[in-house]
């Protein structure tokens, strides 16, 4: 494959315990094309977040080589890695992470504080954003004013703040009941295809990973398979599942 926008080779990562090394994966070859919808599967501890973090330089693995869009971040400085996530990599977690003293819109503003847009136009972003996760009318929310599923499309608006060509989302559904967890899915796939953006998923949920494009199952730290490879813009929109 050629346009890689994620090359991993070798990957380990291991965390020193006292006397004890736990590994958290170990030899991880991975290549994900852009335009990709990958679902990570597995069971708990087999390294999903310690994978899905390295992959989103929030961590260094301890072996191994990380190319991001043909730049490999395996030896870059912190202050160049910062860069990385802040222009390459949205990112969704499963407590949405939200700053609850501010309002939907100014969650949707705080990753673009850091770019050189003016606060005009951040806000004109944000508003754009709310609408198109289906929350043009809650912007003015704080968290606590909004339900599980609409504080999940929050943070996702806010990881595309940047217009990220890569979303990583560690267990986005894990917090949502199942009619939200279908329409977030659905949301990230629809946002990846429209957005042209790679999204990389953690998930438990085999209904959830159904609407991947591909599954990597790892387990013991290492990648045991790694199934079906097709472009979300090729995707049929399954019907049917809630
Ligand atoms: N910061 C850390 N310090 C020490 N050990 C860690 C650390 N992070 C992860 N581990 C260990 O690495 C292994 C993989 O953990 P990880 O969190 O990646 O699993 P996971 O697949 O995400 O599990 P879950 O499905 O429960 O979220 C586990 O044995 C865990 O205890
Ligand atoms: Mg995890």
């Not at 508003?127 to 339900?147: F, I, T």
């Not at 609407?211 to 790694?226: L, T, Y």
């Amino acid at each position: 494959m050629t346009d890689a926008i994620l090359r991993a080779t070798g990957l380990s990562r291991t965390f020193q315990m006292g006397e004890r090394n736990v590994i958290g994966i170990r030899g991880v070859d991975l290549e994900i094309a852009r335009g990709e919808f990958v679902a990570i599967r597995g069971p708990s501890g087999s390294g999903k977040t310690t994978l899905l973090t390295i992959l989103g330089c929030l961590d260094r693995p301890n072996e191994g080589q990380l190319m991001i869009d043909g730049t490999d971040v395996t030896a870059l400085p912190e202050s160049a890695l910062a860069r990385i996530r802040s222009d390459k990599i949205g990112f969704v977690f499963q407590s949405f992470n939200l700053m609850p003293f501010l309002n939907a819109r100014e969650n949707v503003e705080l990753p673009m504080e850091l770019t050189s847009m003016t606060a005009q136009e951040r806000t004109q972003r944000a508003k754009e954003l709310l609408k198109l996760v289906g929350l043009a009318d809650r912007e003015d929310h704080r968290p606590s004013r909004l339900s599980a599923g609409e504080q999940q499309r929050v943070s996702i608006a806010r990881a595309l703040a940047n217009r990220p060509p890569l979303l990583l989302a560690d267990e986005p559904t894990g917090n949502l009941d199942s009619k939200n967890k279908v329409e977030i899915v659905r949301l990230i796939r629809r946002l990846s295809a429209e957005q042209n953006m790679t999204s990389v998923m953690v998930t438990h949920d085999n209904r959830v990973a159904s609407q991947a494009g591909r599954v990597i199952f790892i387990k013991d730290g290492q990648v045991r398979s790694n199934k079906n490879r097709v472009p979300v813009k090729d995707m049929v929109e399954e019907e049917g599942l809630d």
